[in-house]
């Protein structure tokens, strides 16, 4: 009898796997590439001083970034290579770094202000279950800033061997698919904005409808509000 496939498992060795990549590029996505507004905009609806978890947080570069702009802030990562790196080159008298399970995770009920989710739903095998993880640790009236996959981004070709029956650990989600799971269970939208490719003029689509707007976008960022 064949293993059986454990999507924890499996995705916490990939991730270990892809810590020293990931962390050579994390600085540029941060500083000009994919994630450079996610911040600025986190800062409209979460005052500084506010109390963050940042979840999925990788290398702990944007952890770092929220901390500069006055949050505290604590780190979770399924990987626990990310973490070490995290640990390593961040300020670890300043910032917290945990590894953890989204779904699962070590903390008190109702304890952050805010939550910075960046390209980790997908990589849920049920994506509902961080949903609710993540309510739980929130405040009530606190923000989770979250940001999807758009089908125009090519990570999302971690997902594509489902088609020929092979396990993944990429749940492929569409934008408008996160904001109607959010709805239902229990989150209120309060804004978004989208990230595009190079060569995509923005101009262009300005006056395009949301939904043409998400389909082709690189990621839709989301802020709901716990209720």
Known sequence: MGNTFNWHRE??????????????????????????????????????????ADLGCGDGFGSQLLHQEGYRVCGVDLSKDMIEIAKERMEPAKLEFIQGDITALPFEADRFDGIMAINCLEWIEVPVKGLEEMKRILKPGGKLCVGILGPTAKPRMNSYPRLYGEEVICNTMMPWELKQLAKETGWNHEGGHGVFKEGVNEKQIQSLPEELKKAVSFMWVYVFTKK
């Open 11 to 52: 995705a916490e060795k990939q991730w270990d796997g892809r810590a020293g990549f990931w962390s050579s590029r994390s600085e540029y996505m941060w500083a000009e590439g994919s994630r450079k507004s996610i911040i600025p905009f986190l800062k409209e609806y979460l005052p500084a001083g506010s109390e963050v």
